[in-house]
């Protein structure tokens, strides 16, 4: 969702600025068991703030004077968490990469607000599948399960503000945190629900069901980059496309015969209904890389649409990004060459994809990370299916977003061939590169010749 910046930025001046007197600093710190990088990287936004390095105990502290109270994220490869930080907070955090965010609890001032964020968005993931099984039902049952789970958290929530003091700004944040992941769900019905039960049209919905949209403000600055609310805003605009779409547009520009057609109404929405220009831009951007993902087309529709958005966005770093993953898009066609990518192999030695590629007429490259346990696995074992099935195709993984000395202690736990897997250092190169965008993506070439720039390991062999 959120494009960081790495490179080092000035901070601009923050609210403490024009206050008589010096501004209480901020302290940030903790511990964290089984490291995978050596760096804790701390953002506001999607800019860059600070960072530091572990000690020989795998500690951490970041003092910070002045800062600006609001939601910030750290960064531990290949991982990250929000946190929310204010002047005079004293915050102490404690985690194991094995179970990142489970693990996950804060101690010290501040810490009530970052463990109710922690606990909901714990909440949600364990309560999605859940959910999920409640979407066959009619809306007003389907309505009554999931505010009753929203109920329970504002349950929660009261109770803590009972012994809690917080700032207006933390709780507006803490209360979307519970607000927003359960109007997610309801944005989500009508298509999870004809998904479930095979029925044709969408359900006629009563007033009370999307009740809550009468509250929504588009234009909260503090909520522009808080995943809940971004994920909403998402659903929201397509579910709001969708319905428009269906009613007043003709047959053959209805949604799903049209893909460029239905983002030209979101982009339509976005820009009748929300003022603030960071949320905007974010919303917009998102919508292109949407609508280039899907597509991953090559042709005069996609350029028209690219110009619609550089029309819109007045984010220089968004247009830049798009104009970027459109290109890449492009080099990923049919009959092009692969792109050039230096890699490292086992031994920490630099070879070109092209050069891996070359070694056999038929090459399949997929892609792979330790934080993905599950995928990891499901895909060595697909792998070693196919490999029975090509016994003469070069099979390569590539491997992104683990330490080098990680990568090869598991390339010898798990017995792989060392020959055909690579560790790519940069990954956002290589993902911008083989438009990485889904966990089972595959790039299929002959004699280093892309046959298929966005294949599935499950579907295209």
């Known amino acids: 969702m959120v494009r960081f910046l790495l490179g080092l930025i000035v901070l601009s001046s923050f609210g403490c600025a024009n206050k008589s007197g010096e501004c209480a600093s901020v302290f940030f710190g903790g511990e964290i068991v089984n490291p995978t990088s050596d760096y804790v990287v701390l953002y506001r936004n999607d800019t860059y703030v600070d960072s530091v390095r572990l000690d020989d105990s795998n ?17 531990h490869e290949p991982e990250l968490q929000y946190i929310y930080l204010q002047e005079g907070d004293s915050l102490l955090a404690r985690l194991n990469t094995v179970e990142f965010d489970e693990s996950l609890v804060f101690s010290g001032k501040g810490s009530e607000v970052n463990n109710f964020l922690m606990e909901m968005f714990l909440a949600y993931e364990s309560e999605e599948p859940l959910v999920y099984n409640y979407y066959g039902l009619d809306p007003d049952d389907f309505s009554n399960k999931v505010d009753s789970l929203r109920h329970m958290k504002i349950s929660h929530l009261n ?21 927003y992941n359960n109007y997610i769900y309801k944005e989500k019905y009508p298509f999870f629900h004809r998904r479930k039960t095979g029925e044709e049209t969408v359900h006629d919905f009563d007033n009370t069901f999307y009740k809550y949209r009468d509250s929504i403000n588009f234009n909260d600055r503090d909520l522009t980059y808080f995943k809940p609310y971004f994920d909403f805003m ?12 269906m009613e007043d547009c003709n047959r053959d520009e209805q949604v799903g015969s049209n893909h460029l057609h239905f983002n030209k109404h979101k982009l339509h929405l976005v820009d009748s209904l929300v003022d603030e220009q960071d949320i905007r831009d974010v919303l917009f951007r998102n919508i292109a890389v949407d609508y280039l993902i899907k597509e991953h087309k090559s042709d005069p529709e996609c350029q028209l649409f690219i110009n619609k958005f550089n029309m819109l966005s007045s ?26 990518l230096v890699l490292k192999d086992a031994n920490g030695q630099d070879i070109s994809l092209k050069t891996i590629a070359g070694r056999k007429k038929n090459t399949v490259i997929y892609f792979w990370t330790a934080a993905k346990e599950r995928q990891f696995r499901n895909t060595s074992q697909r792998i070693a299916e196919l490999k029975k099935k090509y ?11 683990t330490s080098f000395s990680q ?8 017995g792989l061939d060392k020959s055909s897997q690579f560790y790519g250092e940069n990954f956002k190169e290589i993902q911008l590169a083989m438009v990485i965008d889904k966990i089972n993506k595959c790039v299929i070439t002959q004699d280093t ?3 298929d720039g966005f294949g599935d390991l499950y579907s295209s062999l």
Request: negative net charge; aromatic residues 12%; glycine residues 6%.
């Open 59 to 75: 500690r951490f502290s970041f003092t910070l004077q002045g800062i600006d109270e609001g939601l910030y994220h750290f960064n």
């Open 159 to 179: 109770e803590m503000l009972a012994d809690v003091e917080m700032s207006d700004r933390a709780f507006n944040l803490i209360k979307a945190s519970v607000d």
């Open 234 to 245: 998402k659903w929201h605009f397509g579910n709001l496309s969708y319905m428009q779409c």
């Open 315 to 340: 984010n220089g770093e968004h247009k830049k990004e798009i104009d970027d993953l459109y290109r890449s898009i492009q080099q990923l066609q049919s009959n092009h060459t692969l792109p050039d």
């Open 391 to 401: 016994p003469k195709h070069n099979f390569v993984g590539i491997n992104l977003k």
């Open 407 to 414: 990568w090869n202690a598991l390339l010898d736990q798990y």
């Open 449 to 451: 010749i892309i046959v």
